[in-house]
């Protein structure tokens, strides 16, 4: 069977990997001196970043490339009859076929997992002396996974990282691979911030075959502080047929994060994850969802869980807030676990966000002094968004949550949205509260679509563009005056539409 060669990630021995520091002289290598493993197929992920502390994700995998054999994909079909009695959706079960001699870990881009242990080896990017966490073995029973936290970091300054791994302790070393990132400003410190937004990625939908996603090199020329991913990282209910069972979920997530384009960002850059609905489970999913069975045995906890387990968010709440220093705070809230049935009558008790959630998010945004505040939300909260939806603020299934939270937002001085789930760039004014809306739409050409003129009338739509690519946000700092400048860019890094906000200004 035939192996894609990947050289996107830094891969050589200790001695070597030194040479190749400052990833603006050398963007990839290879180890001259190829290991026996074990080895990082899957990349690293450097998460959940504070001023102090990071969490360095990593997988064990058992070979160096991933697998490369086109014709081995699944395909899904669906049994529409049982005992003579037809079968109406969402109850015909699905039935997940492999090509002959075909199994979950030799599908085309899969990456098979092994058992080991990691270490990861840290130090600000101008010193010479390293700092070396203990070593820690892989989770066999999540996916050969280690999250491992870094802690007394230095606020405001880039860290250089080297991840290590060996079979066991009597074994030699792995592959070693290089990233680096930012910590966290402090809360008083007056400085430029620079970051991106991205939202909705298919295998599928990938414009550069076999490498991935043009967005992120796109991005990485911007150079980007940290990095938000606002969901559907990928998709379980299909690109390429379903994902019925864990082994399949897993199977998803080793083929997105081994393609070079991909993995390349996410050794350099600061990122947070959040989810929706097809990286939780199905399209707009919620606990107990009827048409939930169509994936199989695949369970709404179980994307609960996956989900924290790629992501570097073992022991975090998927809600949270970061303060990036003096002029910047950004909320990244959770849209799928505590959510009530779309299909339920909409009133006070109908919720997205659900009653904790809620609260928390009212008392930090009211308690901070940051200059500009974003909420990023996984879906819409102003839109507009097209006829017949039910699934996020913007609909008129959740009006009485969707207009308390606009009202809020709208009374919050320099607080505005950024939203992901619709796959068209807009930027939109609501037109009851003036509350701004700026949606990244997806992340390839291939994977935009589904925007109508006729969309229902809640907001006008100040630029619109059917197109992939990202959501860039800067704080410039100008004689002391600090402005917001929101760009959207194409996936090939084309500046389509900029919008700069004066900090005191609607």
């Known amino acids: 069977m035939k192996r894609l060669k990947i050289t996107s990630f830094l891969t050589m021995s200790s001695a070597g990997i030194a040479l190749c520091l400052n990833f603006a002289g050398c963007s990839s290598m290879t180890a001259s001196h190829p290991t026996n493993g074990p080895f990082q197929t899957t990349g690293i992920k450097i998460c959940e970043v504070t001023s102090e502390s990071a969490v360095i994700w990593t997988r064990l995998c058992e070979h160096a490339e991933r697998v490369n054999n086109p014709e081995a994909e699944t395909t899904t079909d669906f049994i529409y009859e049982k005992n003579g009695v037809k079968l109406e959706w969402p109850d015909q079960t699905p039935v997940v076929s492999y090509p002959e001699?075909?199994?979950?870990?030799t599908l085309h881009g899969a990456v098979p997992g092994t058992a080991g242990e990691v270490q990861v080896w840290y130090r600000l990017k101008e010193q010479r002396?390293?700092?070396?966490?203990?070593?820690?073995?892989v989770d066999p029973e999540a996916d050969f996974i280690a999250q491992v936290p870094l802690s007394g970091l230095v606020p405001g300054r880039r860290y250089s990282i080297e991840v290590h791994c060996r079979k066991d302790k009597r074994s030699g070393s792995g592959q070693v691979v290089a990233g680096e990132f930012k910590t966290v400003p402090l809360v008083s410190e007056e400085s430029p911030v620079n970051f991106t937004v991205v939202a909705c990625q298919g295998i599928g939908t990938m414009d550069i075959p076999g490498r991935g996603h043009q967005t992120y090199g796109a991005m990485q020329a911007l150079k980007p502080d940290f990095f938000?991913?606002?969901g559907d990282i990928l998709y379980y209910d299909r690109d390429p047929g379903y994902a019925v069972n864990e082994p399949l979920a897993y199977y998803r997530w080793q083929r997105m994060f081994s393609l070079p384009e991909n993995m390349e960002f996410y050794q350099r850059v600061s990122s947070y994850f959040m989810k929706d609905d097809h990286d939780t489970l199905c399209n707009d999913t919620w606990r107990g969802c009827p048409w939930n069975t169509r994936q199989g045995?695949?369970?709404?906890d179980d994307g609960l869980r996956i989900f924290k387990e790629q992501t570097g968010m073992n022991d975090s709440e998927t809600y949270r807030t970061v303060r990036w220093g003096k002029h910047l705070q950004i909320w990244m809230v959770e849209g799928r676990d505590y959510r009530s049935p779309n299909t339920m009558e909409d009133g006070p008790d109908k919720t997205i966000w659900g009653p904790e959630q809620m609260a928390w998010f009212k008392k930090t945004v009211q308690e901070s002094d940051a200059t500009f505040r974003i909420l990023i939300s996984p879906t819409?909260?102003?839109g507009p968004d097209r006829p017949g939806k039910s699934d996020n603020h913007s609909n008129a299934a959740f009006d009485f949550e969707g207009n308390k939270l606009r009202e809020f937002l709208a009374a919050q001085k320099d607080m505005i949205v950024v939203c992901g789930d619709r796959h068209w760039q807009y930027v939109s004014r609501d037109n009851k509260t003036g509350l701004m809306e700026y949606c990244t739409g997806s992340v390839s050409d291939a994977h935009a679509g589904g925007y109508r003129k006729d969309l229902r009338d809640t907001a006008t739509n100040l630029y619109v563009a059917v197109r992939g690519g990202f959501l860039n946000g800067r704080i410039d700092l100008e004689n002391g005056s600090p402005k917001l400048l929101m760009r959207h860019y194409s996936s090939t890094g084309e500046l389509l539409n900029e919008d700069i906000r004066v900090a005191g200004q609607r």
Do not use: D, M
């Open 228 to 230: 938000v991913h606002t």
């Open 380 to 382: 819409p909260v102003v």
């Open 101 to 105: 001699g075909i199994t979950v870990e």
């Open 129 to 137: 002396k390293w700092l070396k966490t203990e070593w820690q073995a």
């Open 297 to 300: 045995e695949l369970t709404f």
